[in-house]
């Protein structure tokens, strides 16, 4: 490659795109956010700053805004998409025919789809019809409000392609932010979709009073039960012990910054999944994919037995008291 400025374009103009796009540019990179409101893109360009998720804090100068996909992504050496899970099939069909040849498709989503039970980089292969080298996903313990304070945190850049991954490296290492490669796809984004499910339950713990032992029951044993399934699913266990498995365990279980955490407070307080949503407000992946990872987990005979209450609880097949009696009156076995 030239030594041309980097261009990516950042889909969408959430809390976490928003502080990848600050990340971006901070690095160097030229960024393009796609906004779906024209309100949030003309504020971008005129103010420099994301009124819908951060208004007290400056973009850089290398942040730029529109709502027109095909102007995103046009020249663009990086796709970063930062939706919900499961409208990522829809928008990237949608999305497709404006990716240029030599684009490399980054997914910082956390989720798994309903129905088909594929991960990001799976539907991202099979909707944009990109080979696993073109696919990225970043991946680790970032919660948007620190990083766009400007304090540090690091990340998994993981590719199947070692090359691209350390271009997506390059393009996003700051001061404050530290980004490591890996070619762990797999234990990358099962590390990050699980661990909300985990955090569902610590949050409801917690919004149940119940104590910190408890706490550090559930993030150990959530994170065996994420590991068992990553690695019957072919990852490196490893990568379960690093920044895209335990680091983004940690975070998203501790931090009052995390909604998946902070759902489950709302449903361990007794507000029903409603009313928990409305509370939340934002895109909680947890609650969507707890029923998908559970499939994968049957289907690869792994037991995993905090999700399998989660899921229940988030349908309404058991009660908060019921759910708490399930995981301690587990037979009890050797610790592995």
């Known amino acids: 490659m030239s030594h041309r400025v980097a261009r990516a374009a950042v889909f969408s103009a959430g809390s976490?795109?928003?502080?990848?796009?600050?990340?971006?540019?901070?690095?160097?990179?030229?960024?393009?956010?796609?906004?779906?409101?024209?309100?949030?893109?003309?504020?971008?360009?005129?103010?420099?700053?994301?009124?819908?998720?951060?208004?007290?804090?400056?973009?850089?100068?290398?942040?730029?805004?529109?709502?027109?996909?095909?102007?995103?992504?046009?020249?663009?050496?990086?796709?970063?998409?930062?939706?919900?899970?499961?409208?990522?099939?829809?928008?990237l069909a949608a999305w497709a025919p404006h990716i240029a040849d030599n684009t490399v498709i980054v997914s910082l989503m956390k989720g798994i789809e309903l129905g088909s039970h594929l991960r990001a980089s799976q539907i991202i292969t099979e909707v944009?019809?990109?080979?696993?080298?073109?696919?990225?996903?970043?991946?680790?313990?970032?919660?948007?409000?620190?990083?766009?304070?400007?304090?540090?945190?690091?990340?998994?850049?993981?590719?199947?392609?070692?090359?691209?991954?350390?271009?997506?490296?390059?393009?996003?290492?700051?001061?404050?932010?530290?980004?490591?490669?890996?070619?762990?796809?797999?234990?990358?984004?099962?590390?990050?979709?699980?661990?909300?499910?985990?955090?569902?339950?610590v949050g409801i713990a917690s919004g149940m009073g119940l104590g910190d032992n408890a706490t550090a029951m559930l993030i150990t044993r959530g994170l065996a039960e994420t590991t068992r399934l990553a690695v019957a699913m072919g990852a490196h266990p490893a990568t379960l012990a690093g920044l895209a498995g335990l680091g983004d365990l940690?975070?998203?279980c501790s931090s009052p910054l995390s909604r998946n955490r902070t759902f489950g407070t709302h449903l361990g307080q007794g507000l029903s999944v409603e009313e928990a949503t409305a509370a939340t407000r934002q895109t909680t992946e947890g609650v969507k994919s707890a029923e998908?990872?559970?499939?994968?987990?049957?289907?690869?005979?792994?037991?995993?037995?905090?999700?399998?209450?989660?899921?229940?609880?988030?349908?309404?097949?058991?009660?908060l008291d019921e759910a708490a009696a399930a995981l301690m009156q587990r037979p009890t076995k050797p610790e592995r």
């Open 16 to 91: 976490w795109g928003t502080a990848v796009a600050k990340i971006l540019a901070d690095a160097g990179t030229s960024v393009i956010m796609h906004a779906r409101r024209g309100e949030i893109a003309d504020a971008i360009n005129t103010t420099h700053r994301n009124p819908g998720y951060f208004p007290d804090i400056d973009l850089p100068a290398l942040v730029t805004a529109t709502t027109d996909p095909a102007t995103a992504l046009n020249g663009a050496d990086f796709l970063v998409l930062s939706i919900p899970a499961q409208s990522l099939r829809a928008n």
């Open 128 to 201: 944009a019809g990109v080979s696993q080298d073109r696919v990225a996903v970043l991946s680790g313990p970032n919660l948007a409000r620190e990083i766009m304070d400007g304090q540090p945190a690091a990340a998994t850049v993981a590719c199947a392609d070692e090359a691209t991954a350390h271009r997506f490296q390059k393009a996003c290492h700051t001061g404050y932010f530290r980004p490591y490669t890996s070619t762990d796809v797999t234990g990358c984004e099962l590390g990050g979709a699980v661990k909300n499910v985990i955090a569902l339950a």
């Open 250 to 252: 940690v975070a998203t």
């Open 292 to 319: 998908a990872i559970l499939a994968l987990a049957r289907a690869h005979d792994v037991e995993m037995p905090i999700t399998e209450v989660i899921s229940a609880l988030l349908h309404e097949k058991v009660t």
